[in-house]
């Protein structure tokens, strides 16, 4: 994103500083350091023994870089699992969401059909139960289903988004009709003109569901703890948790865990910086 | 370090399961004319024993096979239930006092009673505490395997230190205060006694002492005088700094200030022996005494136990099994692991003499009067409760009184959800 | 609910719609046809994970749930232990205490966000990242961490505080102020979600007014009051009817940082919480359910309330 232009009248002068430019990242930087300092306890915590963590007065670096912590927490818990389980979690919801709200959305936005209203406001209903409602239900279909302690049981009805196919939907209604009727005339069929002509058009909207997707997925607790509560199929949100339960206050394991696990979703966020500020932006004006 | 409920081993400790496979699927009878009985457990430190005693139980039943699962403690009841539901329930299964009565209730257990009769197996041999634990409406639903009562441990040097004389079965509440009040230090950070807000290793102890009960006839006993009195003696020590409070307890556990000699007097589970023993400096100067007395003397007593799944096709071979683990051979067997105490009378003596350092005898002398650990069918609701209300009490601010009323209050209105 | 497009504008939208149909003069059966079909997926799934859990939590909670299966109807009992319980109206408070520290993180986003914006200001970009960087952590992770930093013995907070003279406390697990410990988290890690809502609202305000406004000879903190905070209240309006929705759902964080020996339990538990030791520990399905509507009114009710007093203070530029 560019920078603001400066406002009139007050041309940044080389070679002095504003004090009120000072002042303001004298501000700002004092609040990133309380954003940062947490982070960086954590790394430097768990490259500690747990003798060293709880010494008084404390060390600030590692003495020697210990990385004990980390093998502790892959033989404690099938931690690389979860992590699998995790990545797979993300995979599904966000594949899932990315197709069927398209998809909806689509119809939504440019398709006339009966009952199209009465359904979406049933659409945007789902968007206001809040989740805890429907957990007991959801979690005996799964059940039913015979998918408790299993991987689908994680993203099954995650898959369904009535914020997404909203989200889309504005960006769909957004286009403009000529593209879809040259289309149409060329003989192309709906699945076509949804697939090769609008749905590229939207592709930052896509970029922008996928990423904050990814990131309620991975940090999704509540579903995961209770349809999986076997080891091997939980999240790592879940396993980190658990491993709170066997290390309680052995700081360097639970940071090592907690780093290990929160880690996939820093990477890449820093790969998508551009994305993840869209993403919450968009939600931000068209909500 | 670990977070422990009820047993020793009970809540999910170390690494992951040992012999895989949870809940679901079904057993297919016969693996080459075999009856396959699936057992199911949540501890992998006992897992070594039972795998010991399944085996001797195949060598005098060929035609039997057993097959461990173990399920983490932590999802050890929501699979089961499910698996209830869904009729995939092993044949044979762990039990605690917490869910016994849950599960008789709801007629998923077989009762034990026509086998015991038919075979004329001495249920005698174990705690009558225990059976009675595990029996509902004149039934009795599990057998018996181990227990654990709650004893004192104190630090012999930190006594020496401050001049008191040791513990012993002439000590009342009243020696228990006093020196509590000696043996704190503020100078070196050492209290006397650590009171933590954890039901089974202190109040459940305390409450029967002072001639008060948790739940009687399905109701709460938490408004009665006396029970209040059994709770007054934990958070008044708080109170007057002998104890820390439990703000200090939740980030530094009771057991583990006592590991580490910040503590002289710590009330603790029989079953964490084999722990403390892993310490040079407790096992150098650390010691075992009885509770002491208050009104009455009374100690914790808990057990695990074996039950039958209702839903077993296999009744008859899962009957022989659990007859075998409640043996005097299997017993032993168990004993010899010295991670639990067997509950058969007379094998305890392997587990008392494998730390001569400390004198366990002890925790076996209390069996004398054990106060079973206190349940009802939704034991986990109350038992909720009283962690959410306790809370403020136990970290000095007082009320304790106020507190254990609305607690009762709670309680009962949960125990009413019941009927 | 005031979201939804009335059921007149949704007639009218119907009627146009038609027309324009008939206009198009192609055959509406086909595409009414793979316009259903492509709405069925996603229709199918609202259907089994949403519509009919909905009506079943509503049938739940005039039930008394079987453990091992079935169900028998109690009646409103459900919803009197909600009224009744103690513990219900511990939750309640806490729910609003945690919502209250949610409201003033907006307030701290809006400064930040136009302190941002100051003219000419180098590594705006750098200050974003690291300000929203917590917002995407794992919510574990950073219930754990946190702990670590309140640990009253070894804790970096208290040992901050020490070099200013201040004595420590065991600030998660004194149940006087735990509840507000758990807040100053939620606060730490939403404070970027807001900034960047504010971000881009303040970017959408044309410069000619500000223009126009130093012209006239405003200040700063004159322009702030009387441009950017009216032209943001859209945005404004949005984050806080956000913040409301999510303050009343909090679970992870309290979840993570409570261990089941803490004497601080009650003095922290959400209604969310609570409803998941109902629902998954106690075996209280029934009462859980209750407890869920009980949310969903509250939801609800101040969604309502804040959509009502809008006007007030909400500019629509």
């Known amino acids: 994103m560019p920078e603001p232009t400066p406002r009139a009248g007050r041309p940044a002068r080389a070679g002095r500083v504003d004090p009120g430019t000072l002042a303001t990242h004298a501000v700002l930087s004092l609040g990133a350091l309380v954003m940062l300092f947490p982070f960086v306890w954590q790394l430097l915590t768990a490259f500690k023994t747990m003798p060293e963590s709880v010494r008084v007065p404390p060390t600030f670096l590692p003495q020697n870089w210990d990385t004990a912590a980390f093998s502790e927490v892959f033989t404690a818990?099938?931690?690389?699992?979860?992590?699998?389980?995790?990545?797979?979690?993300?995979?599904?919801?966000?594949?899932?969401?990315?197709?069927?709200?398209?998809?909806?959305a689509y119809a939504f936005a440019r398709m006339q059909f009966r009952g199209k209203n009465v359904l979406f406001a049933v659409f945007l209903s789902v968007l206001m139960v809040p989740a805890q409602l429907l957990i007991l239900p959801q979690h005996e279909i799964i059940q039913r289903l015979g998918l408790l302690n299993s991987v689908p049981a994680l993203f099954l009805p995650g898959m369904f988004s009535a914020f997404g196919t909203f989200l889309l939907r504005q960006f769909f209604m957004a286009l403009p009709k000529e593209l879809e009727e040259a289309a149409r005339i060329d003989g192309a069929g709906p699945l076509r003109i949804f697939w090769s002509i609008m749905l590229p058009l939207v592709r930052p909207a896509l970029a922008a569901l996928a990423v904050i997707t990814?990131?309620?997925?991975?940090?999704?607790?509540?579903?995961?703890?209770?349809?999986?509560?076997?080891p091997t199929t939980m999240p790592i949100s879940a396993g980190l948790a658990s491993l709170e339960g066997q290390f309680v206050t052995n700081y360097p394991v639970l940071m090592a865990g907690s780093l290990v696990a929160s880690l996939p979703m820093l990477i890449l966020y820093v790969l998508l910086q551009r994305h993840f500020v869209q993403g919450i932006a968009l939600s931000g004006s068209k909500g | 370090m670990r977070r422990r409920s009820l047993l020793a081993g009970a809540v999910a400790a170390t690494p992951v399961l040992a012999t895989g496979c949870s809940?679901?699927?079904?057993?297919?009878?016969?693996?080459?004319?075999?009856?396959?009985?699936?057992?199911?457990?949540?501890?992998?430190?006992?897992?070594?024993?039972?795998?010991?005693?399944?085996?001797?139980?195949?060598?005098?039943?060929?035609?039997?096979?057993?097959?461990?699962?173990?399920?983490?403690?932590?999802?050890?009841?929501?699979t089961l239930k499910t698996a209830m539901r869904g009729g995939s329930a092993p044949d044979v299964f762990w039990m605690n006092a917490v869910n016994i009565q849950l599960y008789a209730s709801n007629g998923v257990l077989r009762p034990l009673d026509e086998f015991i009769e038919r075979d004329g197996f001495d249920m005698?041999?174990?705690?009558?505490?225990?059976?009675?634990?595990?029996?509902?409406?004149?039934?009795?639903?599990?057998?018996?395997?181990?227990?654990?009562?709650?004893?004192?441990?104190?630090?012999?040097?930190?006594?020496?230190?401050?001049?008191?004389?040791?513990?012993?079965?002439?000590?009342?509440?009243?020696?228990?205060?006093?020196?509590?009040?000696?043996?704190?230090?503020?100078?070196?950070?050492?209290?006397?006694?650590?009171?933590?807000?954890?039901?089974?290793?202190?109040?459940?102890?305390?409450?029967?002492?002072?001639?008060?009960?948790?739940?009687?006839?399905?109701?709460?006993?938490?408004?009665?005088?006396?029970?209040?009195?059994?709770?007054?003696?934990?958070?008044d020590m708080i109170d007057?700094?002998?104890?820390?409070?439990?703000?200090?307890?939740?980030?530094?556990?009771?057991?583990?200030?006592?590991?580490?000699?910040?503590?002289?007097?710590?009330?603790?589970?029989?079953?964490?022996?084999?722990?403390?023993?892993?310490?040079?400096?407790?096992?150098?100067?650390?010691?075992?005494?009885?509770?002491?007395?208050?009104?009455?003397?009374?100690?914790?007593?808990?057990?695990?136990?074996?039950?039958?799944?209702?839903?077993?096709?296999?009744?008859?071979?899962?009957?022989?099994?659990?007859?075998?683990?409640?043996?005097?051979?299997?017993?032993?067997?168990q004993a010899r692991e010295g991670v639990t105490i067997s509950s058969y009378a007379g094998t305890q003596d392997i587990w008392v003499k494998s730390m001569p350092e400390f004198e366990l005898r002890h925790f076996i002398d209390m069996l004398d009067y054990a106060v079973p650990y206190p349940a009802s069918k939704y034991t986990a609701a109350w038992e909720n409760l009283q962690t959410q209300l306790l809370g403020r009490p136990w970290t000095g601010k007082g009320g304790i009184e106020e507190a254990a009323r609305t607690l009762a209050r709670q309680m009962n209105l949960a125990l009413e959800q019941e009927k | 609910m005031a979201v939804f497009p009335s059921t007149a504008a949704a007639q009218a939208a119907g009627r146009t719609g038609r027309r324009t149909r008939k206009a198009t003069g192609r055959g509406p059966g086909r595409t009414q046809r793979s316009a259903y079909l492509f709405i069925a997926p996603i229709a199918l799934g609202f259907l089994v994970f949403y519509l009919w859990p909905l009506l079943q939590t509503f049938y739940f909670s005039f039930t008394s749930f079987g453990v091992f299966g079935g169900n028998t109807w109690v009646g409103g009992e459900n919803y009197q232990r909600v009224v009744q319980d103690v513990t219900v109206g511990r939750a309640l408070l806490n729910t609003l205490v945690y919502m209250a520290m949610g409201l003033v993180t907006l307030p701290v986003a809006i400064v930040l966000a136009d302190l941002m914006n100051r003219p000419g200001l180098r590594?705006?970009?750098?200050?974003?990242?690291?300000?929203?960087?917590?917002?995407?952590?794992?919510?574990?992770?950073?219930?754990?961490?946190?702990?670590?930093?309140?640990?009253?013995?070894?804790?970096?907070?208290?040992?901050?505080?020490?070099?200013?003279?201040?004595?420590?406390r065991y600030w998660v697990s004194d149940p006087s102020?735990?509840?507000?410990?758990?807040?100053?988290v939620m606060v730490w890690s939403q404070v970027g979600y807001y900034l960047i809502i504010f971000i881009a609202g303040i970017k959408a305000i044309p410069r000619d007014y500000y223009e126009a406004a130093q012209l006239d000879g405003a200040g700063p903190v004159r322009r702030f009051f009387r441009i950017t905070l009216p032209l943001l209240s859209p945005s404004i309006f949005f984050a806080s009817v956000i913040c409301v929705i999510n303050s009343l759902q909090q679970f992870d964080l309290i979840y993570v940082m409570m261990s089941p020996v803490n004497p601080a339990l009650g003095s922290t538990q959400s209604i969310v919480t609570l409803f998941y030791k109902w629902a998954f520990e106690e075996n209280s399905q029934g009462g859980a359910a209750a407890l869920a509507f009980l949310l969903m009114l509250l939801i609800a009710g101040l969604t309502y309330l804040q959509f009502r007093f809008q006007k007030r203070w909400v500019h629509y530029a």
């Open chain 2, 124 to 235: 005698g041999v174990h705690p009558g505490e225990l059976v009675g634990m595990y029996s509902y409406g004149g039934e009795r639903y599990a057998m018996p395997k181990d227990f654990d009562t709650i004893g004192l441990w104190y630090n012999k040097e930190l006594f020496d230190r401050a001049g008191v004389p040791y513990p012993d079965d002439t000590w009342t509440w009243d020696t228990l205060r006093d020196a509590a009040a000696e043996l704190t230090d503020p100078s070196r950070g050492v209290h006397g006694i650590t009171g933590e807000m954890w039901r089974q290793y202190t109040y459940y102890n305390t409450i029967p002492q002072a001639g008060g009960y948790v739940i009687r006839d399905g109701r709460s006993g938490f408004d009665d005088p006396r029970t209040i009195e059994g709770l007054r003696l934990w958070t």
């Open chain 1, 214 to 230: 990814a990131m309620w997925s991975w940090n999704d607790l509540l579903w995961p703890l209770v349809v999986n509560t076997d």
């Open chain 2, 240 to 333: 007057r700094g002998w104890s820390p409070s439990q703000s200090a307890m939740t980030d530094t556990r009771g057991r583990q200030l006592y590991l580490s000699e910040r503590t002289a007097m710590n009330y603790d589970l029989s079953a964490m022996a084999s722990q403390m023993y892993a310490s040079p400096a407790i096992r150098d100067h650390g010691g075992v005494a009885v509770l002491p007395r208050g009104r009455e003397r009374a100690t914790t007593i808990h057990g695990l136990a074996n039950a039958i799944s209702g839903k077993s096709p296999r009744a008859g071979a899962a009957w022989e099994f659990v007859k075998f683990m409640g043996s005097r051979r299997a017993a032993e067997i």
């Open chain 1, 77 to 104: 818990l099938p931690f690389a699992e979860m992590l699998g389980n995790s990545a797979l979690n993300t995979l599904g919801r966000t594949l899932g969401q990315l197709v069927f709200c398209s998809l909806a």
């Open chain 3, 123 to 168: 590594g705006v970009s750098v200050y974003r990242a690291l300000y929203f960087l917590p917002f995407i952590t794992l919510p574990t992770a950073v219930g754990l961490v946190w702990n670590w930093l309140y640990n009253g013995d070894f804790g970096m907070v208290n040992e901050a505080l020490s070099v200013i003279g201040v004595d420590g």
């Open chain 2, 23 to 78: 809940g679901g699927g079904d057993s297919p009878d016969g693996s080459g004319g075999r009856t396959v009985l699936r057992y199911g457990m949540w501890d992998p430190l006992q897992v070594p024993g039972m795998r010991k005693i399944a085996k001797a139980f195949e060598a005098e039943h060929p035609e039997i096979s057993v097959k461990i699962e173990v399920t983490p403690f932590d999802a050890y009841w929501t």
């Open chain 3, 177 to 184: 102020t735990a509840v507000y410990a758990i807040g100053t």
